[in-house]
């Protein structure tokens, strides 16, 4: 059973347009959320991360929300631009498993011109 | 050279054969893991090693063997594996704080065939 899920295996936006990436989690002991940018072929890079006490958080372009009461995280990436498509990978650890990153398996967005 | 870097990129290796896959860090961390990363399915967590020490491993096959020497470097020994097994190999390395989320740095993965 998957305790951290990503429902739409693709997202096709257009350049200059808001991205929104939806990651939906089952464990109420999760406290920490981390969005991951990934290539074909490669390891994730770290984009973003929020902590269970905050409800935002924002670095430039990419915004990640987060709604406890709902079990529920969003990446907003505005204006989306061509080098942003990739596959974006959530993942969330639990209070005392910092080692225990559970990940989703990915969205990939698609940036049109 | 600075972050994780994974030797080799590509590996083919016969289900006979003894293979290892290398990782190495520049980032001072404190922990290591490996991951697999099948086609379309979330990245799979092998083993942790924190301060050296085996911390974690989730039920993986012993024809899978971790060696964690310090904590610059991290080994996956590899023997008489299965097609199955073909896969990116993930290194990762982490600052274990002890802090609530930390997070985690990627190699660049080692893409193994096995055939």
Same mark, same amino acid.
């Given at each position: 059973d998957q305790q951290v899920k990503q429902n739409s295996p693709s997202l096709s936006v257009q350049e200059g347009r808001i991205s929104i990436l939806n990651c939906d989690y089952t464990n109420s002991m999760f406290d920490y959320f981390l969005w991951y940018k990934k290539?074909?072929?490669?390891?994730?890079?770290?984009?973003i991360s929020i902590s269970s006490i905050k409800?935002?958080?924002?670095?430039g372009r990419f915004t990640v929300f987060l709604n406890k009461s709902a079990k529920h995280l969003s990446?907003?990436?505005?204006?989306?631009?061509?080098?942003?498509?990739a596959v974006y990978v959530c993942a969330a650890s639990a209070l005392g498993s910092n080692y225990q990153l559970i990940w989703g398996a990915g969205t990939k967005l698609i940036i049109k011109p | 050279e600075t972050?994780?870097?994974?030797t080799p990129r590509h590996l083919v290796m016969g289900m006979t054969n003894k293979k290892s896959l290398k990782c190495e860090?520049?980032?001072? @961390?404190?922990?290591?893991?490996?991951?697999?990363? &099948? +086609?379309?399915?979330?990245?799979?967590?092998?083993?942790?090693?924190? $301060?050296?020490?085996?911390?974690?491993?989730?039920?993986v096959p012993s024809r899978f063997?971790?060696?964690?020497?310090?904590?610059?470097?991290?080994f996956? @020994?590899?023997h008489t594996l299965q097609p199955?097994? &073909? +896969?990116?190999?993930?290194?990762?390395?982490?600052?274990?704080?002890? $802090?609530?989320?930390?997070?985690?740095?990627?190699g660049q993965g080692t893409r193994l065939t096995v055939v």
């Amino acid at each position: 059973d998957q305790q951290v899920k990503q429902n739409s295996p693709s997202l096709s936006v257009q350049e200059g347009r808001i991205s929104i990436l939806n990651c939906d989690y089952t464990n109420s002991m999760f406290d920490y959320f981390l969005w991951y940018k990934k290539y074909p072929a490669e390891g994730p890079t770290f984009l973003i991360s929020i902590s269970s006490i905050k409800d935002k958080n924002e670095d430039g372009r990419f915004t990640v929300f987060l709604n406890k009461s709902a079990k529920h995280l969003s990446l907003h990436i505005v204006p989306s631009q061509p080098g942003d498509s990739a596959v974006y990978v959530c993942a969330a650890s639990a209070l005392g498993s910092n080692y225990q990153l559970i990940w989703g398996a990915g969205t990939k967005l698609i940036i049109k011109p | 050279e600075t972050g994780v870097t994974q030797t080799p990129r590509h590996l083919v290796m016969g289900m006979t054969n003894k293979k290892s896959l290398k990782c190495e860090q520049h980032l001072g @961390h404190n922990a290591m893991y490996w991951y697999k990363q &099948s +086609a379309k399915k979330p990245l799979e967590l092998m083993f942790v090693y924190s $301060l050296e020490e085996r911390v974690e491993n989730n039920s993986v096959p012993s024809r899978f063997s971790p060696e964690c020497p310090n904590s610059s470097h991290l080994f996956l @020994h590899l023997h008489t594996l299965q097609p199955e097994d &073909s +896969a990116l190999y993930l290194c990762a390395s982490s600052q274990d704080s002890g $802090l609530p989320g930390t997070e985690a740095f990627f190699g660049q993965g080692t893409r193994l065939t096995v055939v």
